[in-house]
């Protein structure tokens, strides 16, 4: 259940509570990414500590591995990874056709960039191509390989909400055909319109079976429905009526947009879904999409980003981000950050950060984790005070200012 | 300063207390391994909970990098690493030896097994020859390359010293010749006589120029020498008798051992060197050992046994050493052991244990070494109170006949 308790005025954006059967999540809210069962490497009690209110885990690795059932007799996500709070799952759709049919490596949230546009229209072509070579998609669902043995699978919408209900968490998401951002408009808008049938099956599917779950393990998992699209402005609206007009809990916003429009399509969207609902941005989560997203009405955010760039050296500051691998910093007896609380910059100076990165210390990893997502799920925090307080475009001059100068 | 609390009627086996000028190390006691300045995927607080007292850096290793000035700059190794305790260098001797001459991961502190005898013999050749080839030993010290880059360096006692009164631990070591496990007797006795000459000068060094680490840090140092003599009985004897009669704070029984020999090695080691210091045995810590080097008079272990092989998948047990990676812990949702009270035993099972491992989470090495750490601490502080008990004997048989069934 989502309770609004203040707006922005004139905007979308607003300050809410999401209640789960794990603990409530103020919002708007950073959600930590769990992809296999775990924060890549910090344990619970420090993923808490730093700040995280819920952990989001991922449906395409944890069919995987260890398997649904393997949670599902663990007692559930949150009992198997020993996190104390609300758990999110996504679909497994984005994987499923990012993993699955190998561009993975190569996909962004976000569309190539214009000066590239000529070779971007190629790379269009070749993508769709392997898309559909690596990856079978009919109406009933889609066939995509495993990517850690090439064995051959099949996820349906029914099957992914199966998957999703053994695995237990306070909030899933409805099974969604996920596109290259470089994908052509015909080829979104087929998807698109795909997705709307997935999304009605999957909430059919979840209605049905919710409540054999709910009974068993004592919880009613929220089910999200997922708005895609791509950048192209009549598709996402499209979406956003006809996903908006089911009865799902919450609303994801999925699939790739572009960067400069990022604004506006998250308004429009977002004023056409229904507005006491609950609405996460899937997969992004820089500090400029932080502000763009909260200002024009998203809730909750997930991203790799804060982790995966941490794991090579790559730390937020205030002024932007520095790269502690650097040999300036090896002779750097100062904190990251002066006034920054993380348990890494109350105990541990860049000289000694910078060491573990050239010395290969798995540490490394944990300290430069632990920094970065509570600079990320802190500056959301701060983004909710500033609502409250009423000061929300001067915490957003002020802070975009000093990060990108 | 040492202080014994009580003794093993009619062994050499005692409780005590080591006063350093960071804590008491309560004796006898298992030291944890941070070569580089970190416990491998452990947190400071971390290696605490699960009991540690102290942590042992390596000098060879910090030399190189981040180097023993930057170490000094941050306020010696333990503020260095956000260690509240204790803390030990080793001389860099057997890295020296062993990774600057490129034996490193064939090198072992016990010699090879007596039925591979004869192609022993050929493999003491080769090591000799490569030995020689890549170290060039002569009276001043040793010329060695780095394992990181290549590059060259020279380490003499005095170095070494010097190093190690920069990196600031607590417990440091005389510069010692560490020679292979296979290597014959006319080397050995040849080593261990250079050994004894390093010692002296080690220990005139460090009288010159401790007094200026103390006033500068307010730290004294104490300085161990080293016992070496290979397996060969009357070097050993003759070692301990030199090394003995100087002035040091404590010793460290170093060098390479027969396993069947060892009970008899470090009783007639003990029993020559003076009785009312502390004695540490380096780099040795199976469970057979831990008993076999208390009941003699060893008071402190190191070795990285415990977390090289947590990371491997393997896991100490009551019952002998378990590979958490098998598939048929996969399914299996009870603790690593029943009744252990460590971290990962309280909060998690072998199916997420094992699941970690199989998706290559970097978590799975911190829960993993976590529970051997504490296995390996917590059984010399059982065996430690098992003394004071005098229960010593019904620990040891009960304890090694569950272990090696």
Redesign the interface.
């Known amino acids: 259940m989502f309770k609004i308790k203040k707006k922005l005025k004139n905007k979308l954006g607003r300050v809410g509570e999401f209640i789960t059967p794990n603990g409530i999540i103020e919002t708007p809210a950073f959600i930590v990414v769990g992809t296999?069962?775990?924060?890549?490497?910090?344990?619970p009690e420090?993923v808490g500590n730093l700040g995280a209110q819920a952990v989001l885990g991922n449906t395409y690795?944890l069919y995987l591995?260890?398997g649904d059932d393997?949670i599902k007799?663990?007692g559930g996500l949150n009992k198997?990874?020993?996190w104390n709070g609300p758990t999110f799952t996504d679909s497994g759709g984005f994987q499923v056709f990012s993993l699955g049919a190998g561009f993975g490596s190569n996909e962004n949230k976000f569309e190539f960039q214009k000066n590239i546009s000529n070779h971007s229209l190629n790379i269009s072509d070749k993508v769709q191509s392997v898309h559909t070579k690596l990856v079978k998609i009919n109406e009933d669902g889609v066939e995509f390989r495993s990517c850690i043995d090439g064995s051959r699978h099949f996820f349906t919408p029914e099957k992914s909400i199966e998957i999703q209900n053994n695995i237990g968490a306070d909030i899933i998401f409805a099974f969604d055909e996920c596109v290259s951002s470089s994908a052509e408009y015909n080829y979104q808008k087929e998807a698109m319109e795909r997705t709307h049938r997935w999304a009605k099956r999957s909430l059919n599917y979840n209605n049905n079976h919710r409540l054999e779950v709910q009974l068993s393990s004592g919880n009613k998992q929220a089910l999200f429905g997922i708005v895609q699209g791509g950048k192209f402005e009549d598709l996402r609206k499209k979406s956003a009526k006809i996903i908006g007009k089911m009865d799902f809990d919450g609303f994801g916003i999925g699939g790739s947009f572009s960067k400069e429009g990022l604004d506006k399509t998250l308004h429009f969207v977002n004023d056409l879904l229904p507005k006491e609902k609950i609405k996460h941005l899937l997969g992004i989560g820089e500090p400029s999409d932080l502000f763009i997203g909260i200002e024009n009405g998203i809730d909750s955010f997930d991203c790799v980003s804060p982790t995966r760039i941490a794991r090579t050296g790559m730390l937020y500051t205030k002024h932007g981000r520095i790269n502690i691998i650097k040999v300036k910093y090896?002779?750097d007896?100062s904190k990251i950050e002066d006034d920054c609380k993380c348990y890494t910059c109350e105990?541990?100076?860049k000289?000694?950060l910078?060491?573990?990165f050239?010395?290969q210390?798995?540490?490394a990893?944990?300290l430069a984790s632990i920094h970065n997502l509570y600079f990320i799920v802190n500056l959301v925090k701060n983004i909710r005070q500033s609502i409250l307080d009423e000061k929300f475009y001067e915490l957003k001059e002020e802070f975009l200012k000093k990060y990108y100068e």
Chains 1, 2 share one sequence.
């Open positions: 296999k069962a775990a924060v890549k490497s910090l344990s420090q690795h591995q260890p393997i007799k663990a198997f990874m020993n090896s002779r007896f105990n541990y100076t000289a000694y910078s060491h573990l050239r010395a210390e798995m540490f990893s944990t």
